[in-house]
């Protein structure tokens, strides 16, 4: 698995290497993961290894936030399709920015 | 890893009554099992599965009781290093450090730090392969790619972009960030082209979309 930090998500090219965004304790965050993400990543891990090009199957997001107590935690979407992958967990507020596991073929799946 | 030897206890005492089960020779392999995933399932068991991992995939399914019983095993291992662990519905976990834990670290940096060793530890022979494959194979039971779904959803939409390219070609377009979608409908397409999202948050989606395209990269 691959596992790659983006600023933001958006069918353009996102930055790449931002941190996780935790902000302020708040009422909801909503963190969505488009398919494009796996496609842009894809096309930046390409940059060194054209195998690793359009492979993607599943995307997981993950959000690192404080909680009420301030205590730093992280959740963690679930492996979802290609696509959309969405969640929301109440009791925090991020920005859109989340770090994105890929699911992969050849850029290989869960093995940190 | 951390999570192995408890792979092992929990994989021979969960999963024994599906095992005593199938002692009548292991089910057949699901013909219409897309191969992307079985050269997932292939690639796990010729590497260095757990004992769990080699319980579970050898059959190539994954049932419910399966799946419970590697969660069970990830979140063990993470009380075990004092982290707390909350699963969610509909899938992924919410993980935070329990009280022995919770001032261990002098900055959220380190805290995540030390929660990514946690999780990483504890998924591997637990969740990592066996959960990415149930829950991927779910959600994206043909387990199509990217460029695929894409396709797909411009021909619903009727979205010219891409006509008449191979799937090479329409992946090099997909790539190239100098590639503007023709219109909102082939933006929501790139941004959620199984429709998942909600329409609130595909109308924020593509509009991000249609400002970043505005804005060259640094």
Redesign the interface.
């Known amino acids: ?1 691959t596992r790659v930090l983006l600023s ?8 790449v290497g931002a941190s ?1 965004a ?1 902000a302020a304790p708040a009422t909801a965050v ?1 963190a ?1 993961v ?3 993400v ?3 990543i ?2 930046r891990l ?1 940059s060194g290894a054209a195998s690793s ?6 995307v ?1 997001a993950r959000v ?1 936030y ?2 009420s107590g301030g ?17 929301t ?1 109440g009791g925090m507020l991020v920005s ?1 920015a989340v770090d994105v596991q890929l ?1 992969s ?1 050849t850029t290989g ?4 | 890893m951390r999570a192995r030897a408890l792979v092992g206890v929990l994989a021979v005492t969960s999963l024994a009554p599906a095992l005593a089960a199938c002692a009548g020779g292991a089910p057949e392999p699901d013909p219409d099992l897309p191969a ?1 995933y079985a ?2 399932f292939d ?2 068991l010729a ?1 260095d599965p757990s004992d769990l991992e080699r319980e579970v995939l050898e059959d190539r399914r994954i049932t419910d009781a399966e799946y419970s019983t590697a969660r069970d095993a990830f979140r063990q291992c993470a009380e075990d290093a004092h982290y707390e662990v909350t699963f ?1 519905e ?8 329990g009280p022995q834990v ?1 001032d261990a ?1 002098g900055s ?1 940096e380190e ?2 730090a030390a ?1 990514d060793a946690v ?2 530890g504890c ?2 022979g637990t ?3 066996i ?3 149930y ?2 194979m779910r ?2 039971p043909e ?5 695929q ?2 396709r797909a959803c411009f021909a619903e939409k009727g979205v010219p972009d891409g006509d008449g390219l191979s ?1 090479e070609q329409l ?1 090099q377009l ?2 190239d ?1 100098s590639y503007v ?1 023709s219109s909102d409908a082939a ?1 929501a397409c ?9 329409p609130g ?1 595909l109308a ?2 593509v509009e ?2 249609r ?3 505005e804005v060259p ?1 640094p």
């Open positions: 698995m933001t998500l958006t069918a353009a090219a996102p930055a996780v935790v909503t969505a488009g398919g494009s796996c496609q842009t894809d096309h390409a090009r359009n492979t993607c199957t599943s997981r690192g404080r909680d205590t730093a935690r992280y959740v963690y979407g679930s492996w979802a399709a290609y696509s959309a992958a969405s969640f967990h859109r699911g073929s799946f869960p093995t940190y | 992307v050269a997932e690639r796990v590497g969610l509909g899938g992924g976990f919410d993980i935070g450090p919770q670290h959220d805290a995540l929660m999780v990483a998924e591997d969740t990592a392969s959960g990415y494959l829950e991927a959600s994206n387990g199509s790619t990217g460029v779904v894409i799937e992946t997909l790539h960030e979608p933006r790139v941004v959620d082209p199984t429709g998942q999202l909600s948050e924020e989606a991000q979309a400002t970043s395209a990269a």
